[in-house]
């Protein structure tokens, strides 16, 4: 589950007030919104990596508001995947777990499984130069989910790829909800891809947030959040 309450951050005269929204555990969530409007900025938020003046944020049932980014059970595929040049696809996908001195054996184990539901097993001697933008993105999708995380943020992380393999990401994103049952918050532009993935669609205007519960095919109700300032 990811709960937002009353989320209020400041940046210069950049300022967002009172947002509120939430994704129930297992469920995947989709955040829509003009360029400018905040999006990354409320990801970040969650994450950890943004300063929030005022609000709540939960995670699986804990309140991580002040805790840091590395205890928030997070895992996070920015929009370039952000890979590390020197390191094989094995070793980033194996990151995480050895910064948390997991035994190799068990490294080697997870990253196995795991290159074989991305559909990358032929990569992982690899170095990211000469990697498409598809397995670029598996490498860094793989990494995110490496130790197992009960929430996952995704920031436009199909936006460079061409449509068949857009159309293939979507696909791997949804068998991999399914088989995880991560929650999951999705930055994206593109209505199709947030109508192909999203059974909570989350838009964020003038301010204000409208979120949406979908059941893919059956009908939902919107529910306007107004932006009101908070008390000083």
Avoid: W
């Amino acid at each position: 589950m990811i709960a937002v309450e009353g989320l209020c951050i400041r940046a210069g005269s950049f300022r967002l007030e009172n947002i509120s929204f939430q994704i129930p555990s297992g469920g995947y969530g989709v955040l829509m919104g003009k360029t400018g409007s905040g999006k990354t900025t409320i990801l970040e938020s969650i994450i950890g990596l943004r300063h929030i003046a005022a609000g709540r944020i939960l995670l699986c049932g804990r309140d991580v508001t002040h805790s840091k980014p590395a205890v928030r059970g997070i895992g996070y595929v920015p929009q370039d995947g952000a890979l590390f040049a020197k390191m094989t696809v094995a070793e980033q996908m194996g990151l995480a777990l050895t910064i948390r001195r997991v035994p190799e054996a068990a490294v080697k184990k997870r990253v196995g499984e795991l290159a074989e539901l991305l559909g990358i097993t032929h990569l992982l001697e690899r170095r990211p130069h000469g990697l498409s933008g598809g397995e670029r993105q598996r490498v860094a999708l793989g990494r995110a989910l490496s130790f197992r995380p009960g929430v996952l943020c995704l920031d436009e992380p199909l936006s460079a790829l061409d449509e068949e393999t857009r159309a293939q990401m979507c696909s791997l994103l949804d068998d991999i909800r399914r088989r995880t049952g991560v929650t999951t918050l999705h930055i994206t532009h593109n209505t199709h891809e947030a109508d192909t993935l999203a059974d909570c669609m989350i838009r964020l205007k003038d301010g204000r947030v409208h979120r949406q519960l979908l059941e893919r095919a059956s009908d939902s109700t919107e529910q306007p959040v107004p932006a009101v300032s908070p008390a000083p």
